[in-house]
Every structure is written in C-alpha cells, then in structure tokens.
C-alpha cells in the first residue's frame, strides 16, 4: 500500500433522497429525523461506490457527501475513541481482485463548507442495512460492544464512540440490543491530509509522550489519496472525517468530495508453473553447451 497526494450533514440524507426518488414513501417523522443532527438519527448508512469485479480499469467515480466538524477522524486515534455521528461512511464491493485508490477532498457542497482536512480508514466489512436498523454508537448493543471493547485494550477507560481510526472495532444496531450480530470493521489502512500530533494526555499508547498520528501525506492541501494494492474480494467501508484534531470546538458541516478507481491486480504466477519454465530454460542451456561443433 502507497500512500500518495492525488464536515458536515450526516452520511445517511443522501440515501434519504435516493428513497423519496425511487418512489417509497418515507413517514414524514422519519424524514424529519433523517435531517436532523442528533446522534439517535445519524447512523451508519454509507454512500455506495458500487460494485466491481476488477477485470478491468474503472476510471474515477466522485461522490459528494460531508460531515459533522472537522476532527472526527483524528478523533478515533486517541485513547478514547470517537463518535461516528462525526464521520461519512463510503462503501464498494469487490468480486475480484483489485488495485484500488481512494482519494478525498475537501469540497463545498450541499453537504457543508469547504475546509474539511481530510482523513480516512478502510475497512473489510459493511454495517447492518436499512434506515430503521442501521448500526449507531448510542444502541444498547454497541455500548456493551464498546465496554467490553475497552476492557480488553490497555489503558482504555472510557470512550465517547466505536469509531478507532488505526485497528478494527464493532458496532451493532438497535434491534440487536444484546449485541449478538454486530457489524466487524476490519482494519485494512489509512491515510490523512498533513502531519497531526495528538497531546501526551490523550495518546493511545498512555506513556506520557505526544502522538503522532501515522500515515499522514505531510502537506496539509484539503487533499489526501491512498493506493491499496491487490485488494481481495469482499465487501468494503470507508470512514471519512477531519484530522484537525485540535478543532473540536467546531462543529460546523464540511463537505466531502470522495473518489474511487481501480485497475486490475497483476495475476501472481503459480510456483509450478515459474519452476517448469525456469527447467526448460536450464535444460535449453545445457543443450545449446553440449551441442557438438559442425565444421
């Protein structure tokens, strides 16, 4: 993986709209609970990329979304964790290998202001579907998740959400209140906008050193691109939120512009199939050697 250089209203009011144009019909309390920031109502439903079986190039696909302030994603390095009311969430899905590159921005868009230093994490895996039993942090399910979460990591003792930027974490809904089936984030990697050290108090490690947050691109642009090569078939999320972890006061929306591309993995050649051509070749040369002179 190569990390190169190539908030705003909850994730979920774009698929809000995509309802409403599709032809269901969405009660008007729901509709009015989609629009509003309140943590009960901003689950995890991501914006789809689609889905791809990487036999060939797939040129840039941008999507818009954004997020709730701009220090979301830098939140979820530190001890504590983070809310993922303050981050948007991507999605695609792979039936074949893939090389793949996500690269996002940020952008002034319906979604929230420009501004937005731009930080993500890839995952393998989805969160439960459908708007009434999508995955939040505040479902009795995750809390227990996050407890038993933090118990088993050192120097974890409190958390103000599920969402951990550099490993894997969990999270369920609100019909799985004993949290049976949550949702698995497994961590893949991660890329931000800049460089972001976190203070000795709130570091992950809890030595008493300031933290500086890896895989930052080191030129703060509004701007941040990761490659992952030969990615494997399955279902992937994206989390996207502000590394501006010192700008926690500020909650304005930021609007995110994110991008997905793809080529085809280079198909590794079977070890057979190298040593029989690697024989041939050796056996072409002994004969060539001991081939007798003509005159």
């Known amino acids: 993986m190569t990390t190169s250089k190539a908030q705003s209203k909850p994730p979920h009011r774009p698929r809000a709209a995509t309802g409403i144009g599709s032809g269901r019909t969405i009660p008007l309390a729901l509709l009015l609970g989609a629009l509003s920031p309140t943590p009960a109502a901003a689950h995890i439903i991501p914006t789809n990329f689609g889905t791809f079986d990487g036999s060939s190039a797939v040129a840039p696909i941008s999507l818009n979304s954004g997020t709730v302030g701009n220090y979301g994603w830098a939140d979820g390095a530190d001890a504590d964790w983070a809310d993922t009311h303050k981050l948007a969430a991507f999605s695609f899905t792979l039936t074949g290998r893939a090389n793949v590159l996500l690269q996002f921005d940020k952008r002034a868009n319906a979604f929230g202001i420009n501004g937005l230093v731009p930080g993500f994490s890839l995952y393998l895996g989805t969160p439960h579907a459908g708007a009434v039993g999508a995955d939040h942090d505040y479902s009795v399910g995750s809390e227990l998740l996050r407890a038993a979460d933090c118990a088993a990591t050192p120097g974890c003792t409190a958390t103000e959400g599920s969402f951990r930027s550099l490993?894997?974490?969990n999270i369920t809904n609100d019909p799985d209140s004993g949290a049976a089936s949550p949702s698995r984030f497994s961590y893949i990697g991660s890329a931000y906008d800049g460089s972001q050290t976190l203070p000795a108090a709130n570091s992950p490690l809890q030595d008493g050193n300031a933290y500086l947050i890896p895989g930052g691109d080191g030129l703060q642009d509004g701007s941040v691109a990761k490659l992952f090569n030969n990615l494997a078939p399955g279902s992937y999320t994206?989390?996207?939120?502000?590394?501006?972890?010192?700008?926690?006061?500020?909650?304005?929306?930021?609007?995110?512009?994110?991008?997905?591309?793809?080529?085809?993995?280079?198909?590794?050649?079977?070890?057979?199939?190298?040593?029989?051509?690697?024989?041939?070749?050796?056996?072409?040369?002994?004969?060539?050697r001991h081939a007798p002179s003509r005159l």
């Not at 929306?253 to 024989?279: D, E, M, Q, Y």
């Open 167 to 169: 490993s894997s974490w």
């Open 238 to 288: 994206v989390f996207v939120g502000g590394a501006a972890y010192s700008s926690q006061t500020n909650n304005a929306n930021r609007g995110i512009l994110g991008s997905f591309s793809l080529t085809p993995a280079a198909v590794p050649v079977p070890g057979a199939v190298w040593l029989f051509g690697s024989a041939l070749a050796f056996f072409g040369a002994a004969k060539t």
